[in-house]
């Protein structure tokens, strides 16, 4: 965790930061130096060994967070509570602890309620045979299954932010990661998710369609979509300073 318990502000909200596939904790890091009034934190699996252990680190997270008495469900203003926020893989897991009615508020990046999609819904999302390739090749040369992903998520060549993170999940972190990719879906969830939701997603996003992100506004009874014109899957990257003003104003 980013700050000790102990001289915790109680009146400042917190923001529980949980990162995408095989990115590091760091991912974020320039994001939240704009946004000192809060409190950071994030959940680390980056060494989980399953994917029931990837939920389970999420879920204690916030769990713990929700239950300590810095952060009250019966306050009504916006000061003490919870925000949960993911990028991708993240996603996934604060939509999985919204539905859990863990979250005051969800802020979302690149995200999707369902990542493996049929052939007839490839505008929304992957095909499973690629995740299962990327499976079969993390036990050959993971190193080479980061780097092909690295180059769809960043670009060509390879930026520095992308080649500092490669490396940071453990092999079985990355299996479980893509188990979770795999398998879990919040479709069903998204009319009984009551919060407040800031969805931002590049409309240039390989990974993680924009479609996807339109599929969340739709379904989400109180999302508001920021659509990031020419940006891809890391939507906050060179953003940081609007970023941090757009939540500001979201979360008042």
């Known amino acids: 965790m980013d700050e000790p318990e102990q001289g915790f502000e109680e009146s400042r909200p917190t923001i529980l930061w949980l ?12 994001i939240r130096q704009w946004l000192p009034e809060y409190r950071h934190t994030y959940a680390d ?16 997270a916030a769990g713990s967070l929700r239950a300590s008495r810095h952060i009250d469900p019966a306050k009504r203003e916006p000061s003490g509570r919870l925000l949960i926020a993911g990028w991708s893989l993240g996603g996934l897991l604060a939509l999985r602890l919204a539905s859990q009615g863990q979250a005051d508020g969800l802020i979302l990046f690149g995200a999707t309620a369902k990542f493996v999609r049929p052939k007839e819904e490839r505008n929304l999302g992957w095909p499973d045979a690629y995740l299962k390739q990327m499976l079969g090749g993390l036990g050959k040369d993971r190193r080479a299954v980061e780097s ?17 993170a490669a490396g940071s999940w453990s092999t079985p972190a990355l299996a479980a990661g893509l188990e979770i990719l795999r398998r879990e879906e919040y479709l069903a969830e998204l009319q009984r998710i009551g919060c407040p939701v800031l969805l931002f997603h590049g409309t240039e996003d390989k990974v993680c369609p924009f479609a996807a992100a339109e599929e969340l506004h739709r379904h989400l009874p109180r999302a508001k979509l920021v659509a990031l014109s020419g940006a891809g899957h890391v939507p906050f990257a060179g953003r940081e300073t609007y970023i941090a003003e757009v939540i500001r104003s ?3």
Request: charged share 20%; with cysteine; hydrophobic share 40%.
């Open 19 to 30: 990162t995408g596939w095989s990115m590091p904790n760091t991912a974020f890091e320039h």
């Open 45 to 60: 699996y980056t060494h989980a060994g399953t994917a029931e252990e990837i939920l389970r680190l999420a879920e204690t």
């Open 148 to 164: 092909k992903f690295r180059q769809l998520v960043f670009g060509e060549p390879c930026g520095a932010l992308a080649c500092l």
């Open 250 to 252: 979201w979360w008042r």
